[in-house]
């Protein structure tokens, strides 16, 4: 009985001493645990600031675009005006007045940023148009024919699709 109270005696020992590393074994993982999750809020602090810094700058930037998407509304409609004072004639005061208007209008909106998209004679791009029908006709399949309503980028984004009317190529017989 003494010889096996003897040899518990050493793995109580060691027992002890296996506590005594074991406490500063877990204070350094946790130390190295709240190290690494601090770093990680960090960098999720500076990309959140990135993010945040971006975004408030495409809000700036983009900030007229509902403005000129009305505009841009307007604009079809005085070029519909435009083209019934034109039936009257070229020189019609009418006409030349509303001519000058368009202008300085275009200008105002070329300076913001609003560029017209140029369809016809193009191939179609499903990203700048949208096609609202096909027609035979001489041009190779898939180019624009027609522009039923011009689009618009804003700075470097759609605005607005341009709707064409898309060759469907030469009429078959």
């Known amino acids: 009985m003494n010889s096996s109270a003897r040899s518990k005696q050493p793995s109580a020992a060691a027992a002890s001493g296996a506590d005594s ?20 809020s960090q960098a999720d602090f500076e990309n959140f600031k ?16 509902s403005l000129l998407q009305r505009l841009v509304s307007i604009l079809d409609n005085f070029e519909l005006g435009l083209a019934a004072a034109k039936a009257e004639g070229e020189q019609s005061p009418v006409y030349c007045g ?13 300076e913001n940023g609003l560029q017209p998209i140029e369809a016809e004679g193009k191939k ?8 609202i029908a ?16 011009r689009g618009y980028r804003f700075k470097d984004r759609l605005l607005r699709p ?8 030469p009429a078959k017989k």
């Open 21 to 40: 590393e074991d406490p500063m074994a877990g204070l350094q993982a946790d130390l190295d645990r709240f190290r690494d999750l601090a770093l990680r």
């Open 50 to 65: 990135k993010r945040a810094a971006r975004e408030k700058e495409d809000a700036v930037k983009y900030a007229n675009s």
């Open 98 to 110: 509303m001519v000058l208007v368009q202008k300085q209008l275009n200008d105002l909106l070329e």
């Open 124 to 131: 179609f791009d499903p990203n700048q148009h949208e096609a």
């Open 134 to 149: 096909h027609e035979p006709s001489e041009s190779p399949e898939g180019t624009v024919i027609r522009q039923a309503r």
């Open 162 to 169: 341009a709707r064409v009317v898309v060759s469907s190529g």
